[in-house]
């Protein structure tokens, strides 16, 4: 999974994400539902984005953390987005305090070595969960323009989905029939083809034009980074029936 930015610009954009997270969550207020992510919560989300944290330090430290238990701890905490704080400092300071070349385990196809694999996934998985807050608080999903995210941010989720998630053999994205989905940004000189059929998916990284495709989806970097992940249907695309069997939260 190739990425242009660097680790100190994944751990910024984790902490970003959780500004961001911390305010809409105040102006929401933690009871209210995230229309992204169904029958869920903003205090639920908290605890699940805190517990996420705290399992990924542990995973990084070759630690065994048993979910549930750290999950409530947050949703029943006198003050869940400070608790939420506090484990996503801990987890900046496991990376930035390991050695570059620490082993530790890792789960996408291809993925970066340990210490630049968890900060980019972190800064990935905290952003989307950040933007479900402020769809919380305006009451359905947020668009794109009224995120902060930027497009070189947006850019590298992309190709961290679409070249780390989707082709695991565990990917639930599936055809009987064999179908390319092109995936285009506008505002960007790459895109992407991912061959879908009764195995696992196969995504090729054009450099240097506009992938092919049977189904095209095309916008902006950001756009596509939500439309990707479920969060946003402000795109219109005849893709939009098979991507949606990719169930991510």
Same mark, same amino acid.
């Given at each position: ?104 385990? #890792?789960?996408?196809? %291809? /993925? +970066? ?12 998985? !905290? $952003?989307? &969960? ?52 092109? #995936?285009?940004?506008? %505002? /960007? +000189? ?12 196969? !995504? $090729?990284? &054009? ?43």
């Amino acid at each position: 999974m190739p990425t242009d930015l660097t680790f100190s610009q994944h751990l910024a954009g984790l902490h970003t994400a959780m500004l961001e997270l911390a305010r809409h969550a105040g102006r929401s207020g933690l009871d209210v539902p995230v229309p992204s992510c169904p029958e869920w919560t903003v205090r639920r989300l908290v605890g699940h984005q805190g517990a996420v944290h705290r399992w990924a330090a542990a995973s990084f430290r070759g630690e065994d953390l048993e979910w549930t238990p750290i999950e409530k701890a947050g949703r029943s905490s006198s003050d869940p987005v400070e608790w939420l704080r506090d484990g996503a400092i801990a987890l900046v300071r496991t990376l930035v305090e390991a050695a570059d070349d620490a082993d530790a385990p #890792v789960f996408l196809h %291809d /993925a +970066a070595p340990p210490k630049r694999f968890w900060a980019r996934r972190q800064c990935h998985e !905290t $952003t989307i &969960h950040a933007a479900d807050v402020l769809g919380a608080a305006l009451g359905r999903p947020a668009r794109a323009e009224e995120t902060w995210v930027t497009p070189d941010v947006a850019l590298d989720g992309v190709d961290e989905l679409l070249l780390g998630f989707v082709p695991r053999s565990t990917s639930p994205l599936r055809s009987a029939e064999p179908v390319r989905v092109a #995936v285009r940004p506008t %505002d /960007a +000189a790459r895109s992407y083809s991912v061959l879908v059929t009764d195995e696992a998916p196969v !995504t $090729t990284r &054009h450099d240097d034009g506009d992938a092919p495709g049977d189904l095209v989806v095309e916008g902006t970097s950001a756009q596509l980074y939500l439309w990707l992940w479920n969060r946003t249907d402000e795109l219109d695309s005849d893709a939009t029936d098979l991507w949606r069997t990719m169930i991510v939260t």
